[in-house]
């Protein structure tokens, strides 16, 4: 199942969309770091949250579960 593409152009564009997701969780990253040290409130445990930094785990996390069955699409 490569949706109709070649095995060829199926494996560029899942490089394609592992370069993406590098460059989102990079930045996100910064984001993140930056939203902690700005806007960073201790939880109930002591750990330093925020709110859009949380949406943004959330989202990676999303986006890497997609990429994964994405790569087992591509090898079944």
Partial sequence: MNFGLT????TEVVI??????????????????????????????GIETAKIGRILYWVEILIDVLIIVLIVIHFA
């Fill in 16 to 45: 394609l969309v592992l370069f993406i997701e590098h460059i989102f969780s990079y930045s996100s990253g910064i984001f993140k770091a930056w939203e902690l040290k700005s806007r960073g409130e201790p939880n109930a445990k």
């Fill in 7 to 10: 095995q060829r152009e199926f």
